[in-house]
């Protein structure tokens, strides 16, 4: 059963645009949210992540909004760059058990020049 | 800092014959992951382990699947035999504890069973 749910499958986004991909996760138990970026042939890596005490968290041009009672995140990409081109997956982890990484499914953005 | 080290990076079998993939954490980072990562999905976990010991297997599939972290450190995954629907990428990852933080993933190994 996929525990996080994540929107669009793919994404076509102009040079200097701005990226948005959104997550919807079930278990209440969940209080870690990362955000992964992997390029072809490569794992991913951490972009950015938010624990549900805050609503926002802001990392340049990438920012995470978190909304707690609709149990909804996403990522927006600003200015986004042909380099961002990339698989975008979202996650969250029950930090005080299990531990594993809960992924959604990802999604593919291309960023034309 | 090296990262985490997987090898190979490539692996190309033959149904039912046998494979193994290891890895190489970052050093210092006790918690280490084998995730699984089907074409055009966000990898799933096969097994946790806190140092030599596994404390969360209830994803892998012990008929085929096996693993070791004999000595706290490097990790092997094994499949014996291999099946056309093993073919994926598989992902390893560390961490410096559980629950804390960044886990850091590995190139990962793509494994193709013909």
């Known amino acids: 059963q996929q525990q996080v749910k994540q929107s669009p499958q793919s994404l076509i986004v102009q040079k200097g645009g701005i990226s948005i991909i959104n997550c919807a996760y079930e278990?209440?138990?969940?209080?870690?949210f990362p955000w992964y970026q992997q390029f072809p042939g490569k794992g991913p890596a951490l972009l950015i992540a938010?624990?549900?005490?805050?609503s926002e968290k802001k990392e340049g041009r990438f920012t995470i909004s978190f909304n707690k009672s609709a149990k909804q995140f996403s990522l927006h990409i600003m200015d986004s760059q042909p380099g961002d081109s990339a698989t975008y997956f979202c996650?969250?982890?029950?930090?005080?058990?299990?531990?594993?990484?809960?992924f959604g499914k990802g999604t593919s953005l291309l960023v034309t020049p | 800092e090296a990262g985490v080290v997987q090898s190979p990076r490539y692996k190309i079998i033959e149904k039912k014959q046998p494979v193994a993939f290891w890895c190489n954490p970052i050093?210092?980072?006790?918690?280490l992951y084998w995730y699984l990562q089907n074409l055009g999905q966000g990898p799933e976990l096969l097994i946790r382990?806190?140092?030599?010991?596994?404390?969360?297997d209830s994803q892998l599939p012990k008929d085929r699947f096996s693993a070791e972290r004999l000595k706290g450190v490097d990790s092997t995954l094994k499949i014996q035999p291999a099946e056309l629907g093993d073919s994926a990428v598989y992902l390893c990852?560390?961490?410096?504890?559980?629950?804390?933080?960044?886990?850091?993933f590995g190139p990962g190994t793509r494994l193709t069973v013909l």
């Open positions: 990852a560390s961490s410096l504890a559980p629950g804390f933080g960044e886990q850091f």
């Open positions: 278990n209440t138990a969940f209080d870690y």
């Open positions: 938010i624990r549900p005490d805050v």
């Open positions: 996650a969250a982890q029950n930090s005080n058990s299990g531990y594993a990484l809960n």
């Open positions: 050093s210092g980072h006790n918690t």
């Open positions: 382990y806190e140092n030599e010991e596994a404390v969360d």
